[in-house]
Nanobody, 122 residues
């Protein structure tokens, strides 16, 4: 069973920085993408940044130029460097992994972490 463990959330002042980490454990035959989503109170979960194994990287418009996603493929780990944080970045941040647990297409993986809270406030 694949599990994701996130770390790095916390309280930071506007303009500050945080770095989130997410490490995957378990059997992963083929990794398709890893990324970060967030859900603010009263809002729907939204994509923040995603890195695919094909080399594509996507960011939400609201974080472009401020957030950077990176991966350590050998360790199935993904990071989110968050700079110039704003109060509107306050949310629960979730790590997501998509891939396959075996050669069978039916063995698709769509795994979520438990979430880490990011609060941007003075």
């Amino acid at each position: 069973q694949v599990q994701l463990v996130e770390s790095g959330g916390g309280l930071v002042q506007p303009g500050g920085t945080l770095r989130l980490s997410c490490a995957a454990s378990g059997s992963i035959f083929r990794l398709v993408a890893m990324g970060w989503y967030r859900q603010a109170q009263g809002k729907e979960r939204e994509l923040v940044a995603q890195s695919t194994s094909g080399g594509s990287i996507n960011y939400a418009d609201s974080v472009k130029g401020r957030f950077t996603i990176s991966r350590l493929n050998a360790l199935n780990t993904v990071y989110l460097q968050m700079n110039s944080l704003k109060p509107e970045d306050t949310a629960v941040y979730y790590c997501n992994l998509r891939g396959y647990g075996s050669m069978r297409s039916s063995d698709a993986l769509d795994v979520w972490g438990q979430g880490t809270i990011v609060t941007v406030s003075s």
